[in-house]
């Protein structure tokens, strides 16, 4: 008896984890350059005099104690050049075409990416994990902050989109500084990248300068809310409207903040609910409960509330029936979060599909038996 | 028999499309095949339209099984003949490789008596007893691949597996390289990617690649292949693909 674990551990017993450098074969790789600026080979060799071999290479057997390099070239290099005479390996018993496929996988993967490219790629890795950004994490071996500088760059004011654009810079750092710069101080964010059109400068230096100036308007009161302030003054009442209706029917505003749990908090604040919405949320939750009374609850909403809730309904459900072609119209609905598994997505996600399911009359109650019957 | 598995430890690349579309080649090129599910989602099964196995005829299970085989695998269409994925599958998961190996014996004796050409085997998408099985009996194993960001790790962790199992249980297993999936000839960057890959190892990245067409999906969807009457000229185009990736595969297994 052997279990997978077992048979795999196998295959690392009784493997040296150090062989003679001399022992080791080196055929010529694709990868032709060893240093750049920024890491050079006597960098690396000062590093392991002074630590070693932090990295294990990879090596494949070739039989009578002799091995080629399968992967670390660079390392094995620069352990020369720091006089050592035995590297730390780790031994694959990979066929020839096995481990150029890995290499080849492993090339492709190196590329280095521009960081908008890079930024949609996760946000279609993430797309694929619906939504779950802790099994990207997990996935890709980062930090949360990582994630969301990266994926903030999709989201980019016009000045850091200049500032790609015109090829100053794709620097992450100072991209995400310009855009919180802009959000406080688009005059400032304007002003930084005239600058860095007039007088082009290193990488650094523009980081240095946008991290200055975003720490600047921090540090002043802020001048949108400043702004907003006073106006905000004169048009009280229509900013209040939807508050004020709400303290006029206060069962029902009871009813719509009690359904807790709308929607993970993610980094981008999501746009608060509007008050109907906000009522699909707890009827969906309702109806996907046992023993509710989503009757009840739908008594319960205000008649603005409803009125507004049905329009939203039979927006989707004319949606549904105009759609000649059930597919397109349900992947443009998925693409724009139109449709999805939070409640309002799969509200309008029922109420476009009972149409296509010959549904005469779009009514609440029959979408929310649709929800409650798929919930069961 | 000659035995193909399908494989990747990464889910979502396309094994079932491809171990299904190798199939219906292999049956159009006139050999007897067998398909057989490994995978307890049972994908294949379903692309075969076998929702619940019927209990007369034999399930990949009942392969692991200590009693003797007596079931014949189910006839499909024609050539087709195919051993489904029961729920009893979930139960072998962690079985022993001396389980696979038990497997192994059970199919080639099938194989033998029934005069198969060729077995195509699809896998689950992580490394557990059933993909190590899969890679037990089979001659040669193809590994579709997209090109997304994180597909380094699933087939550097599908070739350890591989080596593993070629140390232990198998030492006649043939890697027959990378089949690129669902790949976007729009993209400037993905062309580069490929190109750099094929500049550097010709060899080992499969000469037909399977571009991302909305055909190929409803191909599946009909239970069909994608050959099959193909209208317009991006079905034509999925066809033609789709013919020749899997002629290739079939000319390096049966030769």
Redesign the interface.
Known sequence: ????N???G??RAAEPTEVDISSIDVKPQ?RKKFEDENHTLQGLADTIKAHGVLQPVVLRPLGGGRYELVAGERRLRAAKLAGLTKIPCRI????E??S??????????R?DLEPI??AT??K??LE?LNGDRAALLR??GKKEAWLTQRLNLLDLPPQAQSLIDEGLTTDVTTLNNVRQLARKDPAAADRLVDDARKTPAGGAQLRAKSEAAKNEAKGKANPSKAASAAPGGGTKPTVATPRDRSAETPGAAAVYTGGAGIGGAGVFPAPPMKPHEKAITSLVEAVRKPGADAVKLLASISAPDRELLEQHAKAYFEKGRQSTDLVPGILAGLARNEFGKAPVEFFNLTAFLLAQSKAEKMTIDAVLAAIATAST | MKTLTVANQKG?VGKTTLTVHSGYAAAGANLRVLMVDFDPQASLSLGFNIVQPNPEYLTSADLFSHDPVTKKPQPYDGNIDIIPADERLFDLI?A???DAIRARTALRAIGKARKYDLCIIDTPPE???LL?AALAIADFVV?P?T???????G??RL???????????NPSLT?L??QLMKTNSKSA?ER???Q??R???P???LKQELTELASVRQAVNNRLPVWHNPRGSSHEKAAKEWRLATAHILNEVTR
């Not at chain 1, 150029?100 to 993967?109: G, H, T």
């Open positions: 008896m052997s279990s997978v077992d048979m795999m196998k295959l694709a694959r018993q990979r066929s075409s096995e150029a496929l890995v290499q080849a996988v492993e090339n492709i993967q590329k490219e890079e790629m996760l279609q890795a694929q996935e890709i | 979502g962690s022993s490789t001396d490394r557990n007893l190590v590994i691949m090109l997304g960001l994180y597909e380094q790790g087939v550097e070739i350890e597996t591989i080596e593993g199992t070629r140390m232990a249980l890697t390289g990378i960057r580069e990617q490929v750099a890959m500049d550097q190892f060899e080992y990245v």
